[in-house]
């Protein structure tokens, strides 16, 4: 019994997380505002699994408040999701979010450069809990591969709260991975006809 667990956990380890943690990468009330500046994004460091970022943009009287940021998707990994979380509260009818392959946002906000998006979409409260990243795509299909990238949000009415949930997940390597639970299954049998005699 106590070779099956260690058997099934091997494998578990080697073929995949069994869950995604869920960390809470940057929140604004407690790291301080994003980046105003899509030139100059604040760096933020994903990991495998849940990544969220809290904060607010929307214009409270003093300026359109923006936000941007860049991360690394590491090689071996793509980022597969993009959620809406529950926090966010739309101001107007729609916030927006773009995303850009590199370590800037080079689009102007009155659209100069939108060429070089990878992709954008507008999100409302109704939205909240679904995937944004298929609604974004625009010059990519599916998941992006390993590769810096930049996010751009905005709302330009009133103060509105977001909250995103990038998932990081490992690319699948069926074939190294089957042969390793073969291996390790032909182990058990041996380890069991051995154990027998």
Known sequence: ???????????????GSIGAHASVLWNEADNGDLANDGLSPT???VSSGSNRIVGSTGNSGSGVDRDYFSFT????????????LDNTSVSGGSSFIAIQAGPQLTV??????????????????????????????????????????????????????????????????????????AGLGLLGLARRSGTRT
């Not at 998707?73 to 809406?84: E, K, S």
């Open 108 to 181: 102007s906000t009155t659209g100069a450069g939108v060429e070089n998006l990878l992709g954008f979409t507008h999100y409302g409260n109704d939205l909240i809990g679904t995937d944004l990243l298929p609604t974004m795509a625009i010059k990519f299909a599916g998941a992006l591969p390993s590769g810096v990238y930049s996010i751009w949000v905005q709302e330009t009415g009133g103060p509105a709260s977001y909250g995103l949930d990038l998932n990081i997940s490992a690319v699948p390597e069926p074939a190294g991975c089957a042969m390793l639970l």
């Open 73 to 84: 998707v590491p090689t071996g990994f793509v980022l597969d999701a993009i959620r809406l």
């Open 43 to 45: 760096t933020l460091l």
């Open 1 to 15: 019994m106590a070779f099956k667990l260690k058997f099934l956990a091997m494998a578990a380890a080697c073929c």
